[in-house]
């Protein structure tokens, strides 16, 4: 680690979750399990992954602890808020992703971890009903009590640092409004004058955590930090931003698949994703107006990889449909199918069908970990605003869409991104060398 320039990793490490649900506590839970030696962090990148530094003779290839300094999970420290009040154990047991054996040896510590009140309107979430929620006369109070709720946990847990990370239920759609979200005066005046239509709850939690200087992560499809107000406070603030929703099982699959048609030159006339789920988060789902918000984050994968108009032969029609049902039966084990119409020589058609049973929290899991990490080191290493090497984890990558600015979603696109990145803080060239 003798090249980098980034500012070590001292201190404990505060990782506040917006919500306490089956994704949260699957990862706080592996999290406080490995660092017992009692299970492994399967999926992480940041843990596991190993990249290539320097070149011909002087090449290398290094975990991203031994090229930038990453912190270390002995010094994280959970914080969670919650619309309900289960500890963290009541919540990963009621979550059902996790056996008793994976769960019990760290009881007390999840215990000790008890949800904040929630900055929560119950229009955003109607399939919701719990009651430990703040009391808020506006949309600015919101603000001041997560900032309070942030500044206490800090001091409480002697934290240098904290990284705020939404893993809470999917809102409804919020599309950007020119009038509202443009500049930062125009969203602080909106939480000023309490429009709640226009400020949905996790635009109070992303601007709390990034005046108090922390880096801020969207993981569901809301649209929260991907708003040019907040592009400006996260520059303000010099603090990283990531979002949104984390590529878990089937845009990971699809982000990974589409360069196989693209790079073959194949025709696609359709791709039909359906997906059957049955946890809290496909209960929200079921709502049409937070449905909305997800399609929206799922549907734009295919497009910026299978561009019409640069193959309109190939990609100028696909029927893209992308459909979520909840199911009960199957819980947080999510099934997904994958029907894939293309076309090849003199346009004959065939089918490829992909059956994906995963398991989302335990996909999602290691996403937040890297995510929170990645974050913490970006934010020492002085990288501020839209955090693109971290599109790898994201499914619907921001980027600047007022200046036209095309998101990267093709997967291995999205790695050397990410191996970049690490390069450069590192202090080592960036490149695209083959490995
Ligand atoms: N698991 C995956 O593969 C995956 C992939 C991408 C995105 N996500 C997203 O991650 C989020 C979490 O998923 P999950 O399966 O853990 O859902 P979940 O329903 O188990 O947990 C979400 C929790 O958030 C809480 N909550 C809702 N609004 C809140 C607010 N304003 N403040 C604080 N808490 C609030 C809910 O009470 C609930 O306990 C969802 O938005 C989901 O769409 C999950």
Not at 106 to 111: G, K, Q, Y
Not at 236 to 253: C, E, H, N, S, Y
Not at 395 to 421: C, G, I, W
């Amino acid at each position: 680690m003798e090249n980098t320039n980034v500012k070590p990793a001292k201190g404990k490490l505060g990782i506040m979750v917006v919500g306490c649900g089956a994704v949260a506590t699957t990862f706080m839970t592996g999290v406080l399990m490995t660092r017992k030696g009692l299970t492994k962090p399967i999926g992480s990148m940041t843990q596991y992954d190993k990249i290539r530094v320097g070149r011909g003779s002087d090449k290398k290839y290094l975990h991203y602890k031994d090229i930038v300094p990453l912190a270390d999970l002995k010094d994280i420290v959970f914080g969670t808020w919650d619309v309900y009040p289960q500890n963290a154990y009541q919540a990963t047991v009621y979550a059902e992703v996790l056996k008793a054996k994976d769960i019990e040896p760290v009881r007390e510590e999840l215990e000790s971890i008890k949800p904040l009140k929630a900055a929560f309107d119950k229009n955003y979430a109607k399939r919701l009903d719990g009651d430990n929620v703040k009391q808020c006369k506006t949309r600015w109070d919101m603000v001041e009590q997560l900032r309070e709720d942030i500044r206490q946990f800090k001091e409480t847990h002697g934290c240098e640092r904290v990284v705020v990370i939404w893993a809470a239920s999917t809102e409804i759609y919020v599309p950007y409004d020119e009038r509202h979200h443009k500049t930062l005066a125009m969203l602080e005046a909106a939480m000023q004058v309490d429009d709640r239509e226009h400020i949905a709850p996790s635009m109070c939690y992303a601007y709390a955590a990034l005046k108090e200087g922390c880096p801020f992560i969207m993981g569901a499809p809301n649209t929260t930090v991907d708003i040019p107000a907040m592009w400006e406070l996260a520059e303000k603030t010099r603090m990283p931003i990531a979002g949104k929703d984390f590529k878990t099982g089937q845009t990971l699959v699809k982000s990974g698949f589409a360069p196989i048609i693209k790079t073959r030159n194949l025709g696609l006339a359709g791709w039909f994703s359906t997906n059957i789920l049955g946890n809290r988060d496909g209960l929200v789902l079921d709502e049409p107006a937070n449905f909305h918000t997800k399609e929206v984050s799922k549907l734009s994968t295919l497009e910026t990889i299978c561009k019409a108009d640069d193959q309109p032969d190939l990609y100028g029609d696909i029927y893209h449909k992308v459909r979520i049902n909840y199911y009960p039966p199957r819980n947080d084990n999510k099934e997904g199918w994958d029907n894939i119409d293309i076309f090849g020589w003199m346009g004959y058609p065939m089918q490829i069908k992909i059956n994906f049973l995963c398991r989302d929290s335990i996909l999602a899991a290691p996403l937040l970990l890297d995510l929170s990490l990645l974050s913490d080191l970006a934010a020492r290493a002085g990288r501020y605003g839209i955090q693109r090497f971290l599109s790898f984890f994201l499914k619907s990558p921001m980027h600047d869409y007022t200046r036209e600015e095309e998101p990267v979603n093709n997967l291995f696109e999205q790695y050397t991104m990410l191996k970049n990145a690490i390069r450069e803080m590192g202090g080592y060239e960036a490149d695209e060398e083959i490995d």
